[in-house]
C-alpha cells in the first residue's frame, strides 16, 4: 500500500512530501510468529519423565500437604452456576459457541454437553475440536518489527473454558483454606490491592518501631511459559487433584494446536 503523507512547516514555510510502502507477506509473517513462539509453547523436552525429577517429588511430598479435592462427575448445577457468572460477549473459539448461546440452551442441551464434560474428566480424553485455538497478536509497543513486540492472545474453545472454569471453582475453593495468607493471587477474596495494603502496613510497622526492613520483588518474564510441565503435574497429583483431571490437563497440552490469525 503507498502511502502519502503531507506536512507544512510553518516556520520555514514550506512543504515536504514523502512516500512509506508497506510491503507484507502473510505466509512470512506467520512463519516469523511460530518461529518465535514455539520456543516458549515447546520449551520442554518431549523425552523428559518423573524420573528425571525424583529429587522434587521427594521434596514435595516432604514439604506440600496432601488435600481433599472433589472427585465426582460435574453436576448441572455447577455448569448452570459457572454460565451465570460468565463474562458476556467473549471470543468464539475453535466450536464457535459463544458464552451467552451457551448461557441461553434449555437443560436438555445442557445435559448432553454434561455427559461430553466428564467423559472427558474420566477418561482424559479430548474431542479434537477442543484442542484447538486461535492465536491473536496484540502490539506491545507504537512499532511492531519482531514477534518479541506483540503480546499472543490465545482464544481456546469456549467449551474448554466452560469445563475448566467449572473444575478450577473446585480447586480454587479447597486452595483458599489452605493457602498461607501471604498469598493473594486467583482467589476469592483477595485482590492485588491486598498486596499494597501489605506492603504498606510492613513499611509503616518498620518506620513505627524502628528496624530495617528487606523485601525481594521477582518478575519473571514470561512466567506461565517458563514452568516446565512434569513438575507441576507432580505436584497436583501430591496435594490431591484427581488424576484423571491432571491427565487430562497435560492431554491437552500435548495436542493442543494454535492457529495464528495474521
Not at 520555514?12 to 516469523?32: F, P, Y
Not at 462427575?73 to 455447577?78: H, K, T
Not at 523485601?215 to 490431591?240: E, T
Amino acid at each position: 500500500i503507498d502511502r502519502c503523507v503531507w506536512s507544512q512547516k510553518t516556520a520555514k514555510l514550506v512543504t515536504d512530501v514523502w512516500q512509506s510502502k508497506w510491503i507484507t507477506d502473510t505466509a512470512g509473517v506467520h512463519q516469523v510468529s511460530i518461529s518465535y513462539w514455539e520456543t516458549f509453547w515447546q520449551r520442554d523436552d518431549p523425552n523428559d519423565s518423573f524420573d528425571s525429577w525424583r529429587h522434587l517429588e521427594a521434596q514435595v511430598k516432604r514439604l506440600m500437604p496432601v488435600l481433599q479435592f472433589q472427585d465426582e462427575d460435574i453436576q448441572l448445577s455447577e455448569m448452570q452456576h459457572c454460565l451465570k457468572t460468565a463474562k458476556k460477549g467473549t471470543l468464539r473459539g475453535s466450536c464457535a459457541f459463544s458464552a451467552d448461546e451457551l448461557a441461553a440452551m434449555p437443560d436438555a442441551l445442557l445435559s448432553l454437553l454434561l455427559l461430553i464434560f466428564n467423559y472427558i474428566r474420566s477418561k482424559a480424553n479430548w474431542p479434537d475440536l477442543l484442542v484447538q485455538a486461535i492465536v491473536c497478536m496484540l502490539a506491545k509497543t507504537d512499532e511492531v518489527l519482531t514477534p518479541a513486540d506483540t503480546r499472543p492472545i490465545i482464544v481456546l474453545s469456549v467449551l474448554y473454558r466452560l469445563l475448566t472454569r467449572i473444575l478450577s471453582a473446585r480447586y480454587v475453593k479447597v486452595l483458599a483454606a489452605n493457602v498461607p495468607p501471604e498469598v493473594f493471587g486467583f482467589l476469592p477474596g483477595k485482590s492485588r490491592e491486598d498486596i499494597y495494603y501489605f506492603i504498606q502496613h510492613a513499611v509503616e510497622i518498620a518506620l513505627e518501631e524502628n528496624h530495617t526492613l528487606g523485601r525481594c520483588v521477582a518478575d519473571l518474564v514470561k512466567a506461565f511459559n517458563a514452568f516446565p510441565r512434569v513438575p507441576l503435574q507432580i505436584i497436583a497429583n501430591h496435594i490431591g487433584i484427581p488424576k484423571t483431571e491432571v491427565d487430562a490437563y497435560h492431554n491437552f497440552l500435548g495436542r493442543v494446536s494454535r492457529r495464528f490469525r495474521t
